[in-house]
């Protein structure tokens, strides 16, 4: 007896455990009505104490108090949350998608401007001004974001997120490096060649790789956008011009030669790194570990990956300021990049966008122009600056950084955006491909071959330009 | 192979006969019903309901963002088209097969059954270690192992350069397959181990016993005795380890598919069509082809394990 | 006579030595082995404790700050025990149910029984994948049970449940059914058989089973990360994936401090119940 009563209360703990489960989970589904409680949630690929702890450090510590304060002052009733995610992009990715899919998911949504294209044509987000009413074409802000940083989070025509930062890519060098193999401390390529030059003398050094410049699929779209892309522009051409994507054209060519030349021939760079799974990691470690001579990478790279401050960098570098050089991308020849100039950039970038779906859109819109406020950046940049979208700020915080100021000064006006287009993703893949191809030792002319099959594949034929 | 290849007419004559002699709680087939449905609406509701739905999946052009996302297409079996007439498919495939054969039937399965074979004598710490290893390292999740794993066999400063003084090796370039393999080798035997342990462990001593008393051999008694005896888990175990093998996507961790699509097996290649290359129609395609690939697997097991039960 | 003897013990003395040149050769095998299993499972142990883990394994620079960091992280020991939740629940789910229907599928023979079981088994296969991933979670969202453990708990019992009803079944075919037999003659009903005879019979596999899943959905990623929105729900599979940069590059400190406090459950879990219950395996196709 005593036995079978003990076994009963064993199935009786097990079942209430199951259905104590079942409770614990359910969300507060708002269902407020009009002049009631209002919830509004912010959602981004950041996570306090993990990926881009900073910005959700920010969300939770200074827009959600002070916005709330701030309504509470207009005598509305409202209530912010913040759902962190922190992980991979792809599947951050993925579940926005499920989330705006289902018609489901988060009033503000942060997500990268390459995305935008592809979520639009879903019907996944929709232009701001439909979303967020008339207040969104006269707000302050837009005035201080110039446009082709406007234009990162934007697709046809129509602006779809208020972006929150701008980038721009730079060759950094090693002036400790430079200086062993006989180089000027104060470098600036005028050419691929110059490059070329300034890798074969540092070849000369015993444990250096000279250039790493990113190739092949494992680096994903960090080849693209610090490899294929900044070269690209260098010989004049963009990935999509005139309706068209780029395929067995000139600059193609000119840039597969060019990988050719780093990782074949004059074996200038490690082709066994760009395969290596984390070989990106790598090549951050080993510049910071003076084994790289010259690297293509972000001003990300200077704030974020060599940054001497305590917990900043993941490969940090405390003599940065003294050792490590920036410079202008040089295009193919003076006057071969586009737009005829003599160095070149690519920008990516990071926006916010409403959610079509939200219950209090207005609201919303509110919320995501204080998130943009120029308070807001200034609190978002009291620990680690990064250059912002807005001029009005950058002309205050960024004169503590040189670094940044260049960035921001010298190489934004001259830098081109990827096309927010849905088949982008792919076509950068296939470029991966190619790269890849070249590198580990097939010929220019069957990699492009390959590519241009991919490509027309991805598509279609009568979208694809060259030969 | 002695498989006899008359049918058996027997077999409905004797089912009858079986139920009753099966049936010894007096369960009968209502109550049996009972007891097996919560199981079923669970599966199918969240198994097969999905499933099925993947498999119409596969016949759109279906995405998750892009303009197929809203408004995706029937189109009939062109993704199984795309997917058999892609020569990154039958690259894909073939891999799979070799990371099957060599990692999951070889590997595991004889690795599995050597260590059980060869720790069921002994006793103590020595047991308990050996075993205490494999099977920590098949507990250990996925993404940590992954991480362990990345350290043996790092280009720079791995463990395995390290000890065999092969210094800046890059042995997940030079040597993908072998590294994936090992690796599912190290995660996965413990569970044929296990079972194996339980098998042997169950073979009646006075079997071996008397097998010893006429000369067997090791091998013989192996041979003669064991083996027979244990069939039946020999094919449990082929069956699941083989599934398992080709549906798990840990090696992705280790090697993320590369270099260059050398370690791109079926379950990674699913996961590129779809996730990074968005193409969920076709992602689902090749799930169901290589369900269908699973299911003439299933099926050899099952005639093998019916011949065997006519011998 | 002597010659005789003399090669008696020449024999001996050969089947000696080769046995115990067996012994060793068998001995070294296995400390090889074993070594090789052990090899990876050095940096888990070390690196956690070394003031900058690298992707190589080195005498740690012994410090405790990775953990301090790692528990000023509000999500991490939480997601720990998420995970155990989600671990614990599954797993009762699917061994009452699993037990259940096993059970009655051994002892009743169900027309198209085994066709039906590996029908499952093979589809089991399609939806642990990613292309199920809409599906599931349309289905999910539709049933409100978005961001709720139900839902994550009933897709992941859903898809472990058919290898769990195979496995079980093999093993209750092999208990000898005279036990169910004799119970039955004292007027046992067939619930009781199952919870009084069979249960305790079949323990150590059940117990083997319970493990088997626990290991399962502690290492699963994208079901409680698709269907789960707030952090503070998530387990510590998905937390495990945060612990990057913005441009994906590993956190070695916390990751290395995470990653054992991640696995020493699951292990401790293992060892304790291996323990007290004895895994035992007796299934097998049986004819």
Known sequence: MIHHSRRKTVAAIALAAAGALVFTGCSGDSGEDENGPVT?????????????????????????????????????????????????????????????????????????????????????????????????DGWEGWDQIPEAVQNAVSFDGDRYGVPQGADGRVLYYNKDLFEQAGLPADWQPESWDDVLEAGEALKKLDGVTPIQLNAGTAMGEATTMQGMLPALVGTGEQVYEDDK????????????????????????????????????????QMFAANQIGILLEGDYFWRSVINPEEGVGTAPMANRDEVVGYTKIPAMEPGDGINGQDFVSMSGGTGRVLNPNSDHPELAWELLAFMNSKEAYEARNEGTISITPRTDVNDEILAEDPMLTYVSEEVLPITAYRPPLAAYPQVSTAMQQASLDVVSGTSVDDALASYVDSLKDIVGDDAVSGD | MSTSTTTTPAGSAIAPRRRRADDVAGLGTARAGIFVAPALILIGLFLLFPAIWTIWLG????????????????????????????????????????????????????????????????????????????????????SVASFLWLVLMDRRSGTLNGLLGTDGYAWLIEHPMEAIILFNIWVGTAFSMQLFSSALSAVPPSQIESAKMVGASGWQQLRDVIIPNIKGHILTNTLLITLWTFNTFTPYLVTAGGPNGKTEILSVYIYETAIPGGQLGLGAAISLIMLLINLVIALAYIRVSRGRKKA | MTATTATVRKVAANTSVRHYLARVAFGLVLTIVGLLFALPLVWLVLAPFDATPSLSLQWPDWTLDNFARLFQNPYAMRSIGNSLLLGIGTMIIVVVLGALAAYAMSRIRIPGRDGILYGLLLLSSIVTGTAAMVPTFQIITSLGLINTYTGVLLVLAGGILPTVIFILKDFMDSIPKSYEESARLYGAGPFRILRDVVVPIARPGLAFIAIWTIVQVWGNFLVPFILLRSPDLQPAAVLMYTFYTESGQADLRLISAFALLFSAPVLIIYFVVNRRYGFRFHGGIKS
């Open chain 1, 40 to 136: 509004l949630t912010i959602t981004a690929n950041a996570i306090t104490g993990g990926k881009n702890a900073a910005e959700a450090d920010w969300v939770t510590d200074w827009v959600i108090p002070n916005f709330e304060a701030a309504m509470e002052d207009e005598g509305k009733d409202v209530t912010v949350e913040f759902e962190p995610q922190g992980v991979d992009d792809e599947n951050y990715k993925t579940k926005i998608a499920l989330d705006l899919q289902s018609g489901e998911g988060a009033d503000i949504i942060g997500m990268d401007g390459i995305w935008v294209g592809e979520f639009a044509e879903a019907g996944y987000i929709k232009p701001l001004s439909d979303v967020g009413g008339d207040a969104v």
């Open chain 1, 245 to 284: 994507w780029v395929g067995d054209t000139d600059g193609m060519r000119d840039v597969l030669d060019l990988y050719k030349t780093i990782y074949v021939d004059e074996k200038l760079g490690d082709a066994v790194l760009q395969q290596e799974a984390a070989g990106r990691d790598t090549s951050f």
């Open chain 2, 59 to 142: 016949m759109t052009d279906y995405r998750l963002t892009g303009l197929q996302a809203a408004s995706p297409e029937f189109v009939g079996l062109d993704n199984y088209v795309e997917a058999l007439t892609d020569p990154s498919f039958w690259n894909s495939l073939w891999l799979t097969l070799v990371f099957v054969v060599a990692s999951g039937i070889v590997g595991q399965t004889l690795i599995g059954f050597a260590l059980a074979w060869s720790v069921r004598n002994i006793h103590g710490w020595v047991k308990a270690l050996i075993e205490g290893l494999v099977l920590a390292a098949w507990v250990i999740p996925a």
